[in-house]
């Protein structure tokens, strides 16, 4: 049993229109031809799909059946369509990835510049989360692609690893701190801190894990960036806790150095997390193998 496209497009057209000769009007096509197809469908099927009365058509049991069926075959068509638009790059495709604080600021631009950089179809929207928010981001389909730290586990959602790194502390060359190899954090709470905004999830953290231990942080004013916390604490103005990776670059370009943490929440493990495999686009799946560990 052969089917065309076109013979399920009319079959749709007239279960819409009510009629065979509203629907070739729209279709277009001449009301002999479509009469003609339509007759050789219901042949071939050996199941009459419309009834007819004066009134128009309406479809059979059958009918109805099968319209459902030929509805579901004509919305693939038009979404492989526009697979094939976007991957040709014919179609702009926005994408839209949810991360927390260390993942967008250290370790997403290498990842995500390349495969921007192969795919100037896609236009990326990068929010800033907390753990908890990029996972609820995930669920409700606000986003196609997550990532989060890996202790926050989520129910009929997909995780994969990205990156693992570390939150420590970086103060200045001569820093009494200086000296220390690893301090817990309860520790170097009487020293004045560098911070970022409080809107910042990465921040907010660092601020509950303070208030969990105790004592609350002494912010003694609060930057924008990595970079500019960096050269704040170069110049003597308090010490930061900043990702291990953003600091081992800092401590090579600035007079700074890294203390480490050895409180167990500072080791951080980054995943990647998506709600259904089956339902990622096709840039999302693309996006998908640049962020893997060997991406």
């Not at 129910?155 to 990156?163: G, K, Q």
């Not at 220390?180 to 970022?196: M, P, Q, S, V």
């Not at 907010?204 to 942080?217: D, H, P, T, V, Y």
Request: glycine fraction near 6%; aromatic fraction near 6%; charged fraction near 25%.
């Amino acid at each position: 049993m052969h089917f065309e496209l076109i013979d399920l497009r009319l079959l749709l057209a007239i279960a819409d229109a009510g009629s065979l000769s509203k629907a070739a009007q729209r279709f277009p096509i001449a009301l002999s031809a479509a009469s003609n197809r339509l007759r050789k469908f219901e042949q071939s099927c050996g199941v009459e799909i419309f009834a007819r009365s004066a009134d128009g058509m309406t479809p059979t049991a059958a009918g109805r059946f099968i319209l459902e069926r030929a509805a579901r075959v004509a919305s693939e068509v038009e979404q492989l369509k526009d697979t094939v638009r976007e991957l040709r790059g014919e179609r702009r495709v926005t994408l839209r990835l949810a991360g927390t604080t260390v993942a967008i600021s250290t370790f997403l631009p290498a990842a995500v510049g390349r495969f921007l950089a192969d795919h100037p179809e896609v236009d990326l929207q990068l929010l800033e989360r907390g753990s908890p928010e990029v996972l609820q981001a995930v669920r409700s389909g606000e986003v196609e692609l997550g990532i989060l730290d890996g202790n926050v586990a989520g129910d009929a959602i997909t995780s994969l690893p990205f990156r693992s790194d570390r939150l420590v502390l970086v103060v200045a060359q001569h820093h009494p701190l200086a000296e220390r190899g690893a301090i817990r954090l309860r520790d170097a709470l009487e020293h004045a801190f560098i911070c970022l905004p409080q809107k910042r999830a990465m921040q907010r953290f660092i601020e509950a894990m303070a208030s969990s231990s105790g004592r609350e942080l002494k912010i003694r004013v609060r930057a924008s960036s990595f970079d500019a916390i960096a050269q704040l604490v170069a110049g003597d103005a308090g010490i930061a806790m900043l990702p291990e990776a953003a600091a081992t670059r800092f401590a090579k370009e600035m007079p700074v150095r890294i203390v480490a943490l050895e409180d167990p929440w500072a080791i951080r493990e980054l995943r990647v997390c998506f709600a259904d495999p089956g339902l990622l686009s096709p840039h999302a799946e693309r996006l998908l193998r640049y962020l893997g560990p060997n991406g």
